[in-house]
């Protein structure tokens, strides 16, 4: 049999976000793990049942200084698995058959590996897709009577770090948001905190003179803001349209920077994510080996001046 080619994998940067209860913010997504899994030790004591599979908190590693690992996996008890019966080609139908897991064992959904410093969460997933993760959390936080903490737990995908790091180093020239006034999302303004800078305009325009708004959004009206610096700006004007680049990042639809040097940077440059070719192990990849490239990939995000 030809040995298996390496798996083409896609390593994601989450981050954790929720009430801080005790407001010391004191507490993070990594300690309340800590106290889960040192509450949990036991697997069959992080099973757990939720969209209509089993999901198990197979292995963890809480003796890594700076940073929590663990995995989990889902199945669904007792079914079969679909096989191709390849060695019945020379015909010209075929039928699929199934195959049932060998007693005590089940046949795996996938699986998710995670590493947690702090609020930040360095991810590898085989079939399972990272939506996942919030809904496993907080089954699990759940079975540790913790969920009352972690009640308002969100798993969110942040600014680009390497575009925060272009605005950084080239400066930005210009921000250009556009809107459709006739969204939804302008509906509910006085019922979000973050409306980033485009909707507060559009929130003080409101304030100001409903009576053109209403017309615009009757008209599915477009808004379009643009924002130009100077290249020779001073520092004052330089710093706050860095800000609010970075604050437009990490709040806003549809919008569209371009730094000093030329560099284009749309919504669609959301996504922090590493790609990776790793050994396969089933529908999986070998944990060790998705653990060491999630520490380097952790490594060159939250100590980028680092070489490991």
Same mark, same amino acid.
């Given at each position: 049999?030809a040995?298996?080619?390496? !798996?083409?994998?896609?390593?994601?940067?989450?981050?954790?976000?929720?009430?801080?209860?005790?407001?010391?913010?004191?507490?993070?997504?990594?300690?309340?793990?800590? !106290?889960?899994?040192?509450?949990?030790?036991?697997?069959?004591?992080?099973?757990?049942?939720?969209?209509? %599979?089993?999901?198990?908190?197979?292995?963890?590693?809480?003796d890594r !200084?700076g940073?929590?690992?663990?995995?989990?996996?889902a199945?669904?008890l007792?079914?079969?698995?679909t096989?191709?019966?390849?060695?019945?080609?020379?015909?010209?139908?075929m &039928?699929?058959r199934?195959?049932?897991?060998a007693?005590?064992?089940?046949?795996?959904?996938?699986?998710?590996?995670?590493? #947690?410093?702090?609020n930040?969460?360095?991810?590898c997933?085989?079939?399972? =897709?990272?939506?996942?993760?919030p809904?496993?959390?907080?089954?699990?936080?759940?079975?540790?009577?913790?969920? &009352?903490?972690?009640?308002?737990?969100?798993?969110?995908?942040?600014?680009?770090?390497?575009k925060?790091? #272009?605005?950084?180093e080239?400066?930005?020239?210009?921000?250009?948001?556009?809107?459709?006034?006739?969204?939804?999302a302008?509906?509910?303004?006085?019922? #979000?905190? %973050?409306?980033?800078?485009?909707?507060?305009?559009?929130?003080?325009?409101?304030?100001?003179? !409903?009576?053109?708004?209403?017309?615009?959004r009757?008209?599915?009206?477009?808004? %379009?803001?643009?924002?130009?610096?100077?290249?020779?700006? *001073?520092?004052?004007?330089?710093?706050?349209? +860095?800000?609010?680049?970075?604050?437009?990042? *990490?709040?806003?639809?549809?919008?569209?920077?371009?730094?000093?040097?030329?560099?284009?940077? /749309?919504?669609?440059d959301? /996504?922090?994510?590493?790609?990776?070719?790793?050994?396969?192990?089933?529908k999986s990849?070998? =944990?060790?080996?998705?653990? +060491?490239k999630?520490?380097?990939?952790?490594?060159?995000?939250?100590n980028?001046? =680092?070489r490991?």
């Open positions: 049999m040995k298996a080619q390496k !798996k083409p994998k896609t390593l994601h940067y989450l981050k954790a976000d929720f009430d801080d209860l005790d407001g010391k913010q004191s507490e993070t997504l990594e300690s309340y793990l800590r !106290k889960a899994y040192d509450e949990l030790p036991y697997v069959d004591q992080r099973k757990v049942e939720f969209a209509g %599979k089993t999901w198990f908190g197979n292995w963890f590693d809480e !200084k940073y929590f690992l663990f995995q989990f996996s199945a669904v007792g079914e079969d698995a096989v191709i019966p390849t060695d019945e080609l020379s015909v010209e139908k &039928e699929l199934t195959a049932q897991a007693e005590g064992n089940e046949f795996s959904d996938g699986d998710v590996i995670c590493c #947690v410093v702090n930040d969460i360095f991810v997933c085989s079939v399972l =897709r990272v939506e996942a993760i809904a496993y959390l907080l089954a699990l936080f759940t079975e540790a009577q913790l969920d &009352e903490h972690v009640a308002s737990l969100q798993i969110n995908r942040p600014a680009n770090f390497e925060i790091k #272009v605005i950084k080239s400066g930005v020239h210009s921000i250009r948001l556009d809107a459709a006034l006739d969204s939804p302008f509906d509910r303004l006085d019922r #979000v905190k %973050k409306k980033g800078l485009l909707r507060t305009m559009i929130a003080d325009l409101t304030q100001r003179d !409903k009576k053109l708004v209403e017309a615009m009757a008209s599915r009206g477009q808004v %379009k803001l643009q924002i130009s610096i100077p290249k020779k700006g *001073d520092v004052t004007q330089t710093n706050w349209a +860095n800000d609010v680049a970075e604050e437009i990042l *990490d709040g806003e639809d549809g919008y569209r920077i371009e730094t000093n040097d030329g560099k284009i940077i /749309t919504q669609k959301i /996504t922090i994510s590493k790609k990776e070719r790793l050994e396969p192990f089933g990849v070998f =944990r060790t080996e998705a653990v +060491n999630l520490v380097e990939f952790k490594n060159e995000i939250l980028p001046q =680092r490991w």
